[in-house]
Antibody, heavy 120, light 111 residues
Framework: QITLKESGPTLVKPTQTLTLTCTFS??????????VGWIRQPPGKALEWLAL???????RYSPSLKSRLTITRDTSRNQVVLTMTNVDPVDTATYYC????????????WGQGTLVTVSS | QSALTQPPSASGSPGQSVTISCTGT?????????VSWYQQHPGKAPKVIIY???KRPSGVPDRFSGSKSGHTASLTVSGLQTEDEADYYC???????????FGGGTKLTVL
């Protein structure tokens, strides 16, 4: 059974750095073709892709947010970590992590999401 | 502004069919057969219902179908049911440096 679960702070102050963790089970992030991504959704708005980390430790970022994002993995703990620097109230959103297989290029398993509010 | 363009809303009566469009460019929808569609009910995570333009994951009813023509992909829901009322998002592969783009979402109302 494949599961993913996001964790992190629910409230962050403007200009701070946000760190989110995705803990997954049921698959290996070192298997060829496997990636884990982060997607966010501001309240009442659309999905926005943020970052992907690949089975070979490669990564890709949304061009519009690239300068503020870092995605890393801890394969021994089955975790993927996303950091976002210099947060702003517009970064208030539900943040999801999800698995994606390169050859099919869709997110097949999603976490439940975690709501992060940016406010002073 | 989302990379892929979807109508903000769509509607139909139970039993009817409705089609939702997703328009991109030659760099995404038109360039690859990696269009996927996600269904999202309020307060829930998105769920994939179509991938690789036309394929349905196991467990997704065959009332949901996908197609593509040029730079526009489409999701058709046939035999609308009340539980189909949800938000629908399209997504496409858009190249190695920007592998994921989403549409702005369409709210489907079953009247």
């Amino acid at each position: 059974q494949i599961t993913l679960k996001e964790s992190g702070p629910t409230l962050v102050k403007p200009t701070q750095t946000l760190t989110l963790t995705c803990t997954f089970s049921g698959f290996s992030l070192t298997s060829s073709g496997v990636t884990v991504g982060w997607i966010r959704q501001p309240p009442g708005k659309a999905l926005e892709w943020l970052a992907l980390i690949y089975w070979d430790d490669g990564n890709r970022y949304s061009p519009s947010l690239k300068s503020r994002l870092t995605i890393t993995r801890d394969t021994s703990r089955n975790q993927v970590v996303l950091t976002m620097t210099n947060v702003d109230p517009v970064d208030t959103a539900t943040y999801y992590c999800a698995r994606r297989i390169v050859m099919s290029d869709y997110f097949d398993y999603w976490g439940q999401g975690t709501l992060v509010t940016v406010s002073s | 502004q989302s990379a892929l363009t979807q109508p903000p809303s769509a509607s139909g009566s139970p039993g009817q069919s409705v089609t939702i469009s997703c328009t991109g460019t030659s760099s995404d929808v038109g360039g690859y057969n990696f269009v996927s569609w996600y269904q999202q009910h309020p307060g829930k995570a998105p769920k994939v219902i179509i991938y690789e333009v036309t394929k349905r994951p196991s467990g997704v009813p065959d009332r949901f179908s996908g197609s593509k023509s040029g730079h526009t992909a489409s999701l058709t829901v046939s035999g609308l049911q009340t539980e189909d009322e949800a938000d629908y998002y399209c997504s496409s592969y858009a190249g190695n440096n920007n592998p994921v783009v989403f549409g702005g979402g369409t709210k489907l109302t079953v009247l």
